[in-house]
């Protein structure tokens, strides 16, 4: 089946309806043009119609049907290696529960098992997320769900999707996640494939990250970080995991972000460290 054949079909299975508005308000537009002779007019109406069904495809039914937007993802990507789009957005309003979740989709001119693993794994995770939403609805209380996404870095060799998560219900919560993907093998990437088998980069890793905290509490004693002796003994940051998130920034400077109270109290945020270590770069094996 091709294209064509999948995306009728596919709008067939769909209950919404592209807006009769839409092609009346064509028509009006040709009514009220100045008098011409008929051939003129169906050649205007010929060519209304046209650039009605384009853009019906390119934007109206992404919008209305995740099925056809489904569908679209079969077309050529141009201009970039990888590319991420929403595929599906998810919205509820019920009384002082709030849900708004736009889900992504990585999508390239190849095939990429690194994409297809990213994308199932952002699936299963936001619907988990609407899952425990709608759970949420039948209980008393306050539940206020977003989640949106952007793209990090877009280059020859690197791309990185960050999915922001952020969750109000007693307190805030946020909880971000990066996705990475060597556009040379289209292969997902973590903290662990950065550096060579025998590097032991989570010590070196660790060791800045424990200093940097160290200098942020002696130059601001409003930052506390569960570092050495502060915070209870469960608490303490000791070292970060082989999938530990990072990013590349701007500079290619690696970037290790913490989530809110993963490494201090609710009052320290969701800090970030910028990574300097001559070592660690000496070291890396892929660049931005």
């Known amino acids: 089946m091709n294209l064509d054949q999948r995306l009728k079909a596919m709008a ?9 508005a839409f092609q009346q308000k064509i028509n009006d537009t040709i009514e009220s043009l100045p008098e011409c002779s008929k051939k003129l007019r169906k050649c205007w109406q010929k060519l209304a119609a046209g650039l009605a069904a384009l853009l019906a495809i390119a934007i109206l039914l992404p919008n209305l049907s995740s099925t056809i937007a489904y569908a679209m993802a079969d077309l050529p990507v141009i201009g970039s290696f990888f590319q991420a ?3 599906r957005t998810y919205e509820q309003n019920n009384g002082k529960n709030h849900a708004y979740i736009e889900v992504p989709e990585i999508i390239g001119e190849d ?3 690194g994409a297809e693993a990213i994308n199932k794994e952002i699936s299963d995770y936001t619907n988990e997320l609407i899952r425990q939403f709608e759970t949420e609805l039948h209980a008393d209380g306050y539940f206020n ?3 949106t996404w952007d793209v990090v870095t877009d280059t020859d060799q690197w791309f990185t999707l960050k999915v922001n998560t952020t969750l109000i219900m007693a307190s805030a919560a946020n909880e971000v996640r990066y996705y990475h993907i060597d556009v040379t093998t289209g292969e997902l990437k973590t903290l662990a ?3 060579p088998a025998d590097f032991d980069y989570l010590s070196i890793i660790s060791s800045e990250l424990k200093q940097q905290m160290r200098e942020r509490m002696e130059t601001d004693p409003r930052q506390i970080y569960w570092v050495d002796d502060n915070g209870a003994e469960g608490l303490r940051f ?13 500079a290619g400077q690696i970037v290790i972000p913490f989530n809110k109270y993963e490494v201090g109290p609710g009052s320290t945020g969701s800090p970030e460290f910028i990574l300097t270590s001559p070592q660690l770069y000496q070291n890396l ?4």
């Open 193 to 195: 494939d950065l550096f």
């Open 12 to 20: 067939e299975q769909e209950k919404q309806q592209v807006p009769a």
């Open 111 to 113: 095939h990429s098992h």
């Open 145 to 147: 769900l977003d989640v």
């Open 238 to 250: 000791e070292q970060i995991t082989p999938d530990h998130n990072f990013y590349f920034n701007s």
């Open 85 to 87: 789009v929403t595929f």
């Open 285 to 288: 094996l892929y660049t931005p």
